[in-house]
């Protein structure tokens, strides 16, 4: 077969071009460190390249976020440390003014005192983080979570942080949920005096009797008309008019829709026509879904066998049954912050919010038994009661009856707040001790996958030097035989003959 001199150089020329073209990847794979120079060297790995590099950038996500979750709560654990100190130095100085042998100047300096505490202790509730974000408001960090007076102006969006593939974790605590709330599982009462009572009737002890009776997660009115008569309201319902003597013991032996109310309330002194108690609930007959972005205060008169979702587009409310098969409509009257619910007509509820809520925000509240936010369990506000008290005058028997209310429902709400926070701060010293655990299982799922994508990725030098040894032998001699094929023309030939 007769070869021209054109496929001699051709061949020669093509063999040296594949020669330094695997010599170039061989540098491109040195230089990088990377095994797979293009997707095309190994189809395949490259594949499981991308899954593992994806799933390691979640995994360093993630332990990212255990970090900022980590520092929030230990940030919440100290502040609520603080709070702790702080409520018992106020149950100190509740003790203290208790003392019948107070002057009104004595009392007037407790006062004093108790009005740093509760400033400080407000100082504590609007604490900030490291970048000026107030850490109990919910969503609304740009803004502090309790106003001058105490109230609530956060939201009840929790600030949820994806620490794991699967868990979600509130990386704060809300306001509300702190200095508004009983601690869960609680049962009982606090009573609160009426503001304008003018008699010189004082509650004692609150007996819970039956923690299933039909007061039980209910608000109870107390109402006097006279110095003997009393008249009862249970969450709005009248349960008529009943006998007091002095002294005595209120709501002994009434019932609602025939079930005894369960709790009597030990009485003394001479009340007033008008004069009115009220008996809140630490747990109450209701609950509001914990994804609720609309802060409620409280819900009085809830009637309804299916959850009730609330909404405010910026300028109406709206409310509908939450269930795929509505039992009816509701129609919503909001009056300064209150927003009554009505299906055809009938009262199913009035429900009492924190402030003006922001466009778009929602409350889901569901007839299931809970420890919720309740206005009446504001601790701010039992302080400025019990400070307003101790800087007037007691001199009759009525003011003495006053300030004797306002210090025993003070403590009351006190002890709450107190239980409240140290349950607040089981659940972030649990919640911290789950971060750790995650923590320690992501960094060996860390490690796993960055020894996955090494094995799929990195190269083996000791194999890229000897091959780029080997490429550049093939490529020197590939050299040396072209020169040799120029040489074997027919003139070159004749040349040396």
Do not use: C, W
């Not at 009737?201 to 006097?224: L, W």
């Not at 799922?445 to 080997?470: H, P, V, W």
């Amino acid at each position: 077969m007769r070869i021209s001199s054109n496929l001699f150089f051709q061949t020669g020329l093509n063999s040296i071009n594949a020669q330094q073209a695997d010599l170039v990847h061989l540098y491109k794979q040195v230089g990088s460190g990377q095994r797979m120079v293009n997707p095309s060297d190994d189809p395949l790995g490259a594949a499981q390249a991308i899954n593992v590099s994806q799933t390691l950038a979640m995994s360093e996500r993630y332990a990212s976020n255990r970090q900022v979750a980590s520092q929030n709560l230990g940030m919440q654990d100290n502040v609520l440390n603080s709070v702790t100190l702080q409520l018992q130095d106020i149950k100190t100085r509740l003790v203290e003014a208790s003392n019948g042998t107070l002057s009104d100047l004595d009392r007037n300096t407790l006062s004093e005192v108790l009005q740093g505490a509760r400033d400080a202790l407000l100082n504590l509730a609007n604490s900030t983080d490291g970048n000026g974000q107030y850490l109990f408001s919910g969503s609304r960090g740009n803004r502090p979570a309790f106003s001058e007076t105490g109230q609530y102006i956060g939201d009840s969006s929790a600030r949820l942080i994806q620490v794991d593939q699967t868990r979600r974790m509130a990386g704060v605590d809300l306001g509300s949920d702190i200095f508004n709330r009983a601690a869960p599982g609680s049962t009982g009462f606090v009573m609160t005096p009426g503001s304008g009572n003018a008699g010189s009737g004082a509650f004692g002890n609150i007996v819970v009797t039956d923690p299933s009776g039909a007061a039980a997660g209910k608000r109870v009115d107390i109402q006097f008309v006279s110095a003997t008569q009393y008249q009862v309201s249970v969450d709005g319902n009248d349960l008529g008019t009943h006998t007091y003597t002095d002294p005595g013991k209120l709501l002994e032996g009434v019932q609602f829709n025939g079930v005894d109310l369960g709790v009597v309330v030990d009485f003394k002194g001479t009340p007033a026509a008008d004069d009115v108690f009220t008996l809140a609930p630490l747990n109450s007959s209701y609950s509001i879904s914990r994804d609720s972005t609309m802060a409620i205060a409280n819900v009085t008169g809830f009637d309804s066998s299916q959850p009730i979702t609330i909404r405010f587009d910026g300028t109406d409310f709206t409310a509908v049954y939450d269930s795929e098969t509505p039992i009816g409509t509701i129609q919503v009257v909001e009056n300064d912050g209150v927003l009554t619910l009505r299906d055809g007509g009938i009262e199913i509820g009035t429900v009492k919010l924190y402030g003006t809520p922001t466009a778009g925000s929602s409350a889901t509240i569901q007839p299931t038994s809970g420890s919720v936010s309740r206005e009446e369990l504001n601790v701010f506000a039992a302080l400025d009661e019990v400070i307003e008290m101790l800087g007037s005058p007691a001199s009759t028997a009525a003011e003495s009856a006053q300030l004797r209310n306002a210090l025993s429902s003070a403590m009351q709400r006190v002890d709450v707040t107190y239980n409240n926070v140290l349950s607040v701060r089981a659940s972030t010293g649990t919640r911290m001790n789950e971060l750790d655990a995650l923590s320690s299982n992501g960094s060996a799922r860390i490690l796993e996958y960055k020894g996955q994508l090494s094995k799929l990725e990195d190269l083996d030098y000791y194999t890229a030097i000897t091959q780029l040894t080997l490429r550049t032998t093939a490529l020197e001699a590939a050299s040396m035989a072209f020169q040799k094929i120029q040489n074997t023309s027919l003139f070159n030939i004749n040349a040396r003959g």
